[in-house]
């Protein structure tokens, strides 16, 4: 079955809770210092990231979800690189600034890929947040889920008045949670904790059923809705009262650095309800994004071109059914990468051999095959159309799979490559023109000799016109 990657964009989501500001030196160990046995770092770069709220806050925008966030923190130097590398994404922000306690900062020391040692400053005396709590609050009817990213520096010391407005407003919440007391979060939708945190508050779980078991004791208690686990080398556990317990397999190959994973989870997992989505299948999204990120080094952020890339090098025999803003920003990563794309556009009500073979033909040309198919208004159209991406997303060649009318095909296609031509290579792409000018592509024909066009495509810029 097709993969569907939601529309992003459609998620409003607000983000509540700590945020810090991520520090990374990094360079070169080559001695031991001789004031004591430890290693020398000869730092060459620094890097400073937004972290926890923050982080989660980047994920929503760089999946091109509608972004809000709002925090604590110092009237300092950190807390002001921090807002501007938010604001800098896209991020709306609303920070309540303090002279009485800093920004805080996790000061990270690294050489290749390990990390040496980690500094944190921070302070975490308890302080007032109702005005931030009613600032957000306020702008929750032009939300459609809330996350409440909790890392125990206070900013959720009583999340309650946020869930009972969101509850108020049928506006999912979901938590990543922190502590040992997750009875502050009652009547929240979803709790996103990690194992570790898990067993911390339900005790030691030593087998499949008494993991079940607990995490629907901690269901019921905790008035949830669901409750998703993630376990690390084992995956995700998805727990829903009254339904199949959702188990998914870790992704990642290779690990480098598990920071900010959580993060990206429950931010894509709040961007995909917010889209739309089902509890499933924002599941498997998040899993495939938590995959993606514990390859890399330090709090990295997701984009929908990332998981298209995930499925494909993971061997999927199954493409993935893009809306028209998912198709342009995977078009531009391919083509940022040096991929040549080649684009199909035709009906296809009936698929047969010879369609089979024009793929494949199709494909052979490029990395990258797209099959862009008319789009429908009434609900019969949509049915038809939902059964065609099933089948067409079942053939190896094909990579991506659009419903587009013409003329929105074109606008995307001349703000990715504006200078528009004949059948030829530019920039990637194998184009066809008729004599016209209209922009067309491989347009419901057959050739039966894709070697010659090839030659034809490699040696010139004249019109090939295949009828």
Request: hydrophobic share 40%.
């Amino acid at each position: 079955m097709a993969i569907q990657l939601p529309d992003f964009s459609l998620a409003k989501i607000l983000v509540y809770g700590d945020v810090m500001l991520d520090r990374y030196w990094q360079g070169a160990t080559s001695r031991i210092s001789p004031e004591a046995p430890v290693p020398v770092v000869h730092v060459k770069d620094a890097d400073d990231r937004p972290g926890g709220a923050g982080n989660v806050a980047l994920n929503i925008a760089s999946l091109g979800g509608d972004v809000q966030l709002f925090a604590p923190c110092g009237v300092d130097e950190a807390g002001q690189i921090l807002e501007k590398k938010l604001q800098g994404a896209g991020i709306k922000t609303a920070l309540q600034r303090s002279y009485d306690r800093p920004t805080v900062l996790k000061l990270r020391v690294l050489s290749g890929h390990q990390q040496m040692l980690r500094l944190d400053f921070e302070e975490t005396e308890p302080q007032d947040h109702s005005l931030l709590q009613q600032q957000c609050i306020a702008q929750l009817v032009q939300a459609n889920c809330l996350i409440l990213s909790d890392y125990n520096k206070g900013a959720l010391q009583d999340p309650q008045p946020l869930i009972k407005a969101a509850k108020g407003l049928n506006i999912p919440v979901i938590v990543d949670p922190k502590g040992s007391d997750f009875s502050k979060y009652r009547g929240a939708t979803l709790l996103t904790p990690n194992f570790k945190e898990f067993v911390h508050v339900v005790g030691e779980c030593d087998r499949e059923a008494v993991i079940l078991q607990r995490g629907m004791d901690l269901i019921e208690a905790c008035e949830l809705t669901a409750l998703l686990l993630t376990r690390g080398a084992k995956g995700m556990m998805l727990i829903q009262p009254g339904q199949p317990i959702l188990h998914l397999p870790a992704r990642s190959s290779e690990v480098f650095d598990v920071t900010g994973a959580g993060d990206t989870v429950v931010a894509t997992l709040a961007a995909s309800l917010g889209a739309g989505q089902s509890f499933e299948e924002g599941t498997k999204l998040a899993n495939i994004a938590a995959g993606h990120v514990v390859s890399k080094l330090g709090a990295a952020q997701i984009t929908v071109s990332d998981m298209q890339q995930c499925l494909d090098d993971e061997g999927r025999c199954y493409a993935t059914v893009l809306n028209q803003s998912q198709l342009q920003r995977c078009l531009e990563t391919a083509l940022g990468d040096g991929d040549k794309v080649t684009i199909i556009q035709g009906g296809f009500d009936s698929l047969g051999v010879r369609d089979i073979q024009l793929f494949a033909g199709a494909k052979a040309m490029g990395e990258r095959l797209i099959i862009v198919t008319p789009e429908k208004a009434d609900a019969n159209d949509m049915h038809s159309i939902s059964r065609r991406h099933t089948v067409l997303a079942g053939l190896e060649a094909v990579d991506w799979i659009v419903s587009c009318a013409e003329t929105q095909f074109e606008a995307i296609l001349k703000t990715i490559c504006p200078d528009k031509g004949e059948i030829v290579t530019e920039q990637g792409f194998l184009w066809m023109s008729h004599l016209n000018g209209n922009l067309k592509l491989l347009k419901d024909f057959w050739v039966s000799d894709w070697s010659s066009v090839r030659e034809k495509v490699a040696r010139s810029q004249d019109a090939i016109i295949v009828e």
